[in-house]
């Protein structure tokens, strides 16, 4: 019977990244079949699971595939699974699977729309999050306030945050007279609210904040806010290539599954702005 590394199989599973779940072994947060794990355990489908006490389902190498979207997500939406106060998230309306989940690669804070990436492959989305990818983001942003030179300079050269230096590797004007202008910057990390917070350090405002390509992937036209799209073979071969990954082939769909994924596709609604759930 084929089995796998413990870490591995955490990873693909979208517990955390490999490295992570090593450290996790090490602390005793993990069981197989109720004994405590250890570094260099192996497991396969018939083994049983648990972190922190709760069972996990475990995706193996034999079954995983390797399926990737984009999303455009709407204003309102939060980037957690599920909220403990009721919020839309942005996993309301992703296709159904039969197997695994969708793992949101990063997150956008609530009142930041645009492009996010989910995919079934945990090691693929852990991999793409972590730094040493050196992964470009690029966002619009419309500021409300006077930008000048110095001031762009300043962001490009890097600014003392909280949580140390931050800087755009590339500030572009793109839009907008008056009080309101739109930019496009760049940033080569995830941390939480770093545009924002570069922004407010030079003492202006965002109004509005987008992010419209990550790495090699922009924000699809077609697209629409609250709408998906999935990306095709090619395209996921290309992106496992660029993670030094490799490629693996998606099961082909029959035709019936064809037309339900037709059918999702066409019965996807715009939604610009989300509000909060209603209570039954």
Do not use: C
């Not at 995706?59 to 309102?76: A, C, H, M, Q, T």
């Not at 949101?104 to 972590?130: P, Q, Y």
């Not at 690029?138 to 030179?149: P, Q, S, T």
């Not at 769909?253 to 610009?272: D, F």
């Amino acid at each position: 019977m084929n089995d796998e590394k413990l870490q591995k199989v955490l990873a693909r599973s979208g517990v955390g990244s490999r490295r992570e779940m090593e450290r996790w072994i090490e602390a005793g947060r993990i069981s197989v079949n109720g004994e405590l794990a250890t570094l260099g355990d192996r497991i396969s489908v018939r083994d049983e699971v648990e972190v922190d006490g709760v069972a996990q389902k475990m995706v193996f190498d034999r079954d995983s595939e390797r399926r990737v979207l984009v999303y455009n997500k709407p204003l309102g939406e939060v980037s957690t699974r599920h909220d403990p106060e009721g919020r839309a998230t942005v996993f309301d309306h992703l296709p159904p699977l039969k197997q695994g989940r969708w793992i949101a690669v990063g997150r956008l804070d609530i009142n930041t729309s645009g492009l996010l990436l989910f995919t079934t492959d945990g090691e693929l989305a852990n991999n793409l999050m972590h730094p040493s990818a050196n992964i470009d983001r690029e966002y619009a942003v419309r500021i409300l306030g006077d930008v000048n030179d110095d001031m762009i300079a300043r962001l490009k050269k890097g600014v003392l945050l909280d949580d140390g230096m931050a800087r755009f590797s590339d500030v572009q004007y793109f839009d907008g007279d008056g009080a309101n202008k739109w930019y496009h910057v760049v940033v080569m990390e995830g941390r939480n609210r770093e545009v924002r917070r570069l922004w407010e350090s030079q003492s202006v405002q965002v109004s509005r904040l987008k992010r419209v390509r990550y790495g090699p992937f922009f924000l699809p036209s077609e697209v629409k806010a609250g709408h998906w799209k999935e990306l095709e073979q090619k395209e996921i071969n290309m992106l496992s290539s660029m993670m030094g990954m490799k490629q693996k082939k998606n099961k082909a769909l029959t035709v019936k599954e064809k037309e339900q994924a037709n059918r999702r596709v066409k019965r996807q609604k715009t939604r610009r702005e989300v509000g909060p759930k209603r209570s039954d």
